[in-house]
């Protein structure tokens, strides 16, 4: 039998020494961190210039008299000061901001979570039943949805012709200080589908055995509720519970169609003053300072969140509370 060649086995073993290099040496380029930023660049790069670089330059401006036309000044904290001891407008606004969150944002979670539960039950046509409940969502808050809100709700609406039919005499709800805010709210609340798809999410991963586990035990649908529903479903209602608030705190194009502001700036929200001050006035440095100080104020309100959550937020996980 024909040994092989000395010289041909040295040959193929350099040359499988090689393509093993070759091939560590590739694989070694893409595990290089070089890789993985090469890839988020898109995201760094807008990140960097579009979020990060604004930032900065609004905080330098919130301590300048900055009117767009000319270039800014270096006034300290004189916008500051102005701000919290002699604009009366900021408190004004602020004060019908935080009315505004603490109405809607619970009304909109009962809602969204009520919804939920009714969607997981199982009943016939429930794709259709979730289609239709989670319509008004899909539309988003345009300034086209505001506009039909504006005329549902106006002297001649919809809503005044339902009630005329009941033989019961309508408002112009828009124009009324004591509706206009609520029209607003009732808004904000119609548009819950975006937490109720996270309830459901949430509500599909609790185990149908702890309810059959309760049945037998003799527990009602209530305490199933608030004993098991509840707390399963608290980080659920946390993530939910910080998001619309951040998102309450920042609503501008309701208030801005609908009612400018008025009647009689009962629906004047912080966003709108911000806008305002900045478009209208000219005083970028102005609504700079605005826009930080409404930056704490959403920071401070979800960490008070965030350090609530311990006393009533449950992860099954770690096994308490």
């Known amino acids: 039998m024909k040994q092989p060649n000395e010289s041909a086995i040295k040959t193929k073993g350099v040359v499988k020494n090689s393509l093993f290099s070759k091939e560590k040496h590739r694989r070694k380029r893409w595990e290089s961190p070089v890789a993985g930023y090469l890839f988020l660049s898109p995201w760094l790069i807008g990140f960097f210039l579009l979020t990060l670089y604004p930032m900065l330059l609004s905080l330098y401006f919130s301590f300048t008299n ?10 300290g904290l004189d916008n500051y000061s102005k701000m919290f001891f002699s604009d009366s407008m900021f408190y004004k606004s602020l004060y019908i901001t935080l009315l505004f969150v603490v109405i809607s944002v619970p009304l909109k979670l009962i809602t969204a979570l009520m919804m939920a539960l009714f969607l997981n039950q199982k009943l016939k046509f429930m794709s259709i039943y979730t289609t239709l409940i989670y319509l008004p969502s899909l539309i988003g808050t345009s300034v086209a949805v505001a506009i039909l809100w504006r005329n549902l709700f106006g002297q001649d609406g919809l809503i005044n012709q339902l009630l005329g039919i009941l033989g019961i005499e309508g408002t112009n709800w828009i124009s009324n200080p004591d ?13 819950f589908g975006s937490s109720m798809v996270i309830f459901l999410a949430g509500l599909k991963q609790i185990s149908p055995e702890l309810y059959e586990a309760a049945s037998v035990d003799g527990a009602s649908k209530a305490r199933q509720f608030f004993s098991i529903t509840l707390p399963l479903l608290s980080p659920v209602l946390l993530f939910n519970l910080v998001l619309q608030t951040i998102g309450s705190f920042q609503m501008f194009t309701q208030a801005f169609v609908i009612t400018k502001g008025g009647p009689v700036q009962s629906t004047y929200m912080f966003a709108l003053y911000l806008y305002e001050r900045a478009f209208a006035g000219f ?12 930056l704490v104020i959403i920071g401070i309100f979800t960490a008070l969140i965030f350090l609530s959550s311990k006393k009533w937020v449950f992860y099954e996980a770690k096994g308490g509370k």
């Open 66 to 75: 900055y009117s767009l036309l000319e270039a800014p000044e270096w006034v």
């Open 179 to 191: 509706s206009a805010l609520g029209t607003l709210i009732l808004l904000v609340v119609w548009q």
């Open 283 to 294: 005083q970028m440095g102005y609504a700079s300072a605005l826009a930080w100080v409404l």
